[in-house]
């Protein structure tokens, strides 16, 4: 793969590297600005940041926002997460109208190659397990992985063909196959547009609404009103209409900076940093058991809101 791309698949202390999470997602044909919005980045929140200012973000006090870079390349842009795995997911619902592809580097859980086209996921596999590719047509990279060195057959993989060594670098060479791009790292790594990023405001598949301790999905609309009756938000201004809309059969849009738009960021937030402090040494004490069981009410509270509002996308 060369020395260029080792950043790739690179581990802390061995230079230069992204970390054994990152994502990387190309668009075609759309700014930085666009290419954040896509995948759900909050306008009040652009500002030119570095990765290194994602581990600043990652505390209490600010919520553990999960952040993106937008780097602009010709007529590409990538944004990248440190630490993230949302464009991996997003990759259909980012390519309407253009063309994405991402690839997904997850040390601890299962890392993915996606390529989508105007909201199709036309391919995707695990760089790792390349002869397992799935989509509406799995084979469409295949002459370019062959290309860079992919091994793209159940038999190489049983007779010890390494997909493993250099997984990330090679995706990325199949990236620039597709693109005719490649970041280099110190540009993914420098100044960039950035955004944090709340893919809820996204047209992205949802999960069913769901309770804790109760066995398969329940019913949207009534668990929405049974969770803002219980934590008394049942007057959290534009939610009854949004309800009253969806008895009526229509569709409903929570932009991010609606009032109802504003009230699911900061419950979305709430979950977050109750979830986040549990592994947070410096604030697990800076919020209490009543007030982590509440925090994380109010997320399963947006859980059922997106999929009241939107049951087409539901998954």
Known sequence: MGDDLAWADASPGEG??????????????????EALRRMGGMPDTVATRTSSDHWKLHNFDDGYPETALALPLGTWTVVFEPSGFNGSSLTPVVSRGTEVVSVLRHDYATPSFDYAVDGELITTFDPTFPAHRYGADPDRLLPRMLDVGFGITEDEEDDGFDNFDGAFG?????????TGVLPAFEALTGPLTSAYLEPWFT??????????????????????????????LSDTPGLADALAAVERGEQVTATPDSPLGRHVRTWLTDSRRASWSLNDHSARHRINETERRRAFELGWLTVALGAAIRPDLVR
């Open 16 to 33: 230069q590297v992204l970390d054994e999470i990152f994502c990387l997602t190309f668009v075609r044909g759309v700014d930085a600005a």
């Open 170 to 178: 090679r995706s990325l060479r199949l990236i620039e196959q597709v």
């Open 203 to 232: 047209e992205a598949h949802r999960r069913p609404a769901g309770r804790p301790g109760h066995d398969g999905p329940v019913d949207a609309l009534a668990e929405v009103r049974r969770l803002s009756s219980l934590h008394g």
